[in-house]
């Protein structure tokens, strides 16, 4: 008996045992690989709208302007910015003379009178040696131009009785506040493009106007009538012929260095006088600004060119709508 369970047992036991599993579920097919992202916007991508992947800003072009500017042709450019702060200098510095009767108003006339002389001959000269072009200084536009300044010179003559007493009212300190005021006006908003050649028409209203009232402030402060004709002829001078004369100095061939050799002589005849007859300090602030002007902005401009990133790209560049329109009526 005890045999048969023997028997019984192990025949259970080497009988081999079904195991039951849990039915796993089939996995997933694989998706398919998304496209190469493209930087276009009229086509739908599987993408979000603000993904950037890394050549988003392989095609950018940076610094492809690779002009350079040398310090002495940036020297030569600010020459018009000098000339014209030396100018205003020159005629503070001889309206001072005049107002402390350091100055007659003949001595003043013969100045003016020379200077015309030197300007008229200067003129001459650079149009027989100009580059090749329209004539820029012929005898018969000199004589056009005499015969204009005549005219303007009897104007002044008839006018400088009213211009005498036109503000003497006015206190000495509106009168000086005024004065720096236009004057600094009269620089900021010059014509600069016109004296260099970059422009073919003086366009600088406001600067001469407010040069103009400048001048016709500090005459009313003068001793005499003579004094007043005098000193608004040296501001016809100053601010309505010598601009043209600049002009027709930066027309001369490059090697020639007109421009710079005549401002260069006018900074300093201004400052030998402002230190001579008026004061040291003023002649140090005045060789400070035409310093700052003429090397100092140069300079700096010279050393943050490393600096400059310009950037560029295969894009193209927004118009707007009303421009478009414009550019296809004309």
């Not at 005890?2 to 849990?22: H, N, V």
Request: proline share 5%; glycine share 4%.
């Amino acid at each position: 008996m005890a045999e048969c369970r023997c028997a019984s047992s192990y025949a259970t036991s080497a009988t081999p045992r079904r195991t039951q599993f849990a039915e796993v579920p089939a996995a997933p097919a694989a998706a398919p690989p998304k496209p190469p992202w493209r930087k276009i916007l009229w086509e739908e991508q599987p993408y979000p709208d603000n993904y950037v992947d890394h050549t988003f800003l392989a095609s950018v072009l940076t610094t492809t302007d690779t002009t350079r500017y040398d310090l002495l042709t940036l020297v030569k450019a600010s020459t018009v910015v000098t000339q014209q702060l030396s100018t205003v200098a020159f005629f503070s510095m001889l309206f001072y003379l005049c107002y402390y009767e350091h100055l007659s108003a003949g001595a003043l006339l013969c100045v003016e009178l020379l200077l015309l002389l030197l300007g008229s001959a200067l003129a001459l000269g650079a149009a027989q040696h100009a580059a090749p072009g329209p004539p820029l200084g012929t005898a018969q536009a000199l004589r056009s131009g005499m015969g204009q300044l005549l005219i303007l010179v009897g104007w002044l003559l008839a006018l400088s009785p009213i211009l005498a007493t036109l503000t003497r009212t006015f206190s000495d300190d509106t009168i000086c506040a005024l004065t720096i005021s236009l004057f600094v006006c009269h620089l900021v908003s010059h014509d600069y493009a016109y004296a260099s050649r970059y422009s073919s028409r003086l366009q600088g209203t406001l600067s001469l106007n407010a040069a103009i009232f400048a001048c016709v402030l500090l005459a009313a402060r003068l001793p005499s009538t003579t004094h007043v004709f005098a000193l608004m002829s040296l501001a016809v001078m100053c601010f309505m012929l010598l601009p043209a004369l600049s002009r027709v100095l930066h027309a001369l061939p490059a090697t020639q260095h007109a421009a710079l050799r005549a401002t260069a002589a006018l900074v300093l005849l201004t400052s030998a006088m402002l230190f001579s007859f008026v004061s040291k300090l003023i002649g140090f602030v005045y060789l400070a600004a035409v310093a700052t002007t003429s090397l100092l902005c140069p300079m700096l401009l010279v050393h943050m060119q490393q600096y400059r990133t310009d950037v560029q790209g295969p894009w193209d560049v927004a118009v707007r709508a009303f421009l478009r329109a414009q550019s296809t009526e004309t």
